[in-house]
């Protein structure tokens, strides 16, 4: 069933060593697939500790295509396993993608396969394919682009994308403009982009972020603001950006603070009816405006019917297990007695508890 190898193989080795990721300028071995040569020139690939063999390419199938034989020799093999080969051409660039399922050999004790192939293909990889992969677009034409500083840009599976940054390539980067467009631009690109106004993403939702700020603050919409940093902050990495962000809170809180005369506001409240307990319910969400965690609280308020009539006059509720981080939002939850309260009035926050029981009071 194996080939003995000629020259070509040798040359075919040469050529998958070439196109792999590396250090530097030239590309070497790609984890994913590590090939070697065998004493008679067979080409190994090792994937999931199995190794998988190749041949030569076949140049007489004509008709612009080559042809290559795939066989394994694993016996506890029970699936018959499949792949996608991915075909390259002497620049390293993506050209071709076939996917192929092995089948047994009883005669030879081996899976066994052959397919066909760009005829411009100088070097391949493989990588082990989901079943029905062949009808999954998805999974098949799951490519990306990688590109080094010095300006080289190659095609590759995008299973194989952590093992080329591993070794100084990069990923395509999102660009964004000041009037909402955005394109993808390799790494080496990114600069002179930049040079004509476009950003990135942590550098345009900053530029945003000034702009809504300073709106906001001059139309009191603190929690809008500490909204918008919760977001932020969740997904910026800049240093700088997080120290901006950071000293936008506390100014916020700050402003807030000072005009509710109070360490936590009322954010938001909802009331609906719980069919289980048989009750109006209320919902109050609180963001804790302190430097303090909160560990317990008090509030009042009024409630009133959709006529505005009051159903329950100033009534004290109060959670003793709080539990709220400087500067986060936390919503509890309270059975109210009568059926048809619609909304509240008349809140206030009475007594705040912080989580070294000191205490402030209204």
């Known amino acids: 069933m194996k080939k003995i190898f000629t020259f070509a193989g040798t040359l075919l080795m040469m050529c998958i060593l070439l196109i792999l990721p590396s250090e530097a300028k030239s590309i070497t071995n790609s984890p994913a697939s590590m090939a070697m040569a065998t004493d008679n020139g067979d080409v190994i690939f090792t994937i999931n500790d199995v190794e998988v063999y190749t041949s030569d390419i076949d140049w007489s199938t004509g008709k612009g295509m080559k042809e290559i034989d795939i066989w394994i020799t694993e016996k506890e093999i029970i699936e018959a396993p499949e792949f996608l080969i991915y075909c390259y051409d002497n620049y390293g660039n993506h050209i071709d993608s076939e996917y192929v399922t092995m089948e047994y050999s009883d005669k030879y004790s081996q899976y066994f396969g052959t397919v066909r192939i760009d005829s411009n293909t100088a070097s391949i990889e493989i990588l082990p394919a989901e079943p029905g992969a062949w009808y999954n677009s998805f999974y098949y034409y799951r490519y990306e682009r990688v590109s080094s500083p010095d300006g080289r840009k190659i095609n590759i599976h995008d299973m194989l994308v952590p093992n080329y940054k591993n070794v100084g390539w990069y990923e395509d980067v999102w660009l964004y403009?000041?009037?909402?467009?955005?394109?993808?631009?390799?790494?080496?690109?990114?600069?002179?982009?930049?040079?004509?106004?476009?950003?990135?993403?942590e550098e345009i939702s900053m530029i945003e972020f000034r702009a809504y700020y300073k709106s906001a603050i001059n139309s009191w919409d603190y929690e809008g603001i500490l909204d918008a940093i919760d977001s932020l902050k969740g997904y910026i990495e800049n240093p700088y950006y997080l120290k901006e962000l950071a000293d936008a809170q506390c100014y916020t809180m700050d402003k807030?603070?000072?005009?509710?005369?109070?360490?936590?506001?009322?954010?938001?409240?909802?009331?609906f009816y719980d069919e289980e307990v048989g009750k109006d319910c209320l919902a109050l969400e609180f963001r804790n405006v302190s430097y303090a965690t909160i560990a317990a609280y008090k509030t009042s308020f009024i409630c009133h019917d959709i006529f505005g009539d009051i159903t329950r006059d100033m009534q004290t509720y109060y959670s003793d297990k709080a539990d709220i981080a400087p500067g986060a939002k936390d919503t509890f939850y309270y059975k109210l007695d009568n059926f048809n309260t619609d909304y509240?009035?008349?809140?206030?926050?009475?007594?705040?508890v912080f989580e070294d029981r000191t205490s402030w009071y209204r």
Do not use: H, T
């Open 177 to 201: 403009s000041l009037d909402g467009r955005e394109l993808k631009v390799a790494y080496c690109d990114v600069p002179a982009y930049k040079a004509v106004g476009w950003y990135e993403w």
């Open 344 to 352: 509240i009035s008349s809140f206030s926050v009475d007594q705040v």
């Open 256 to 271: 807030w603070r000072v005009e509710l005369n109070a360490p936590m506001a009322l954010v938001d409240y909802y009331v």
